[in-house]
């Protein structure tokens, strides 16, 4: 009997980028599951992601960038007050207009 050695190196069985079939991939996109090469992986925190779909997360990003830049103190703070003076001024407008109706 004559068993064929089975550690012939097949190359299609080599991981290879999705974008770049030409170069092997050195991981796997955490979000299509589809391997990256060196060149396409962006990796943010950690983490391999391809090159769509860091596009993709780009507006959430963004959008949280904007919402760490409304939190800041002071400007929470400008809108408390502005909101008191507003609504210290409808108090006074309500009570001048109770005041000459009633009399
Ligand atoms: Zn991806
Ligand atoms: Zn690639």
Redesign the pocket.
């Known amino acids: 009997m004559y068993y064929p050695p089975p550690a012939a190196p097949q190359p299609f069985l080599r991981p290879q980028?999705?974008?770049?079939p030409d170069?092997e991939?050195i991981g796997i996109c955490v979000v299509c599951r589809r391997p990256?090469?060196?060149?396409?992986?962006t990796p943010i925190e950690g983490i391999n992601r391809?090159?769509a779909c860091v596009q993709a997360l780009a507006p959430v990003a963004e959008f949280e960038a904007t919402l760490q830049r409304d939190e800041r103190p002071e400007l929470r703070l400008g809108n408390v007050v502005a909101l008191l003076v507003f609504g210290g001024l409808i108090f006074l407008v309500l009570l001048g207009v109770t005041y000459c109706g009633g009399g």
């Not at 980028?17 to 770049?20: G, P």
């Not at 990256?36 to 992986?41: H, K």
Request: contains cysteine; charged residues 15%; neutral net charge.
């Open positions: 980028c999705a974008q770049h170069r991939a990256i090469c060196a060149e396409c992986s391809c090159a």
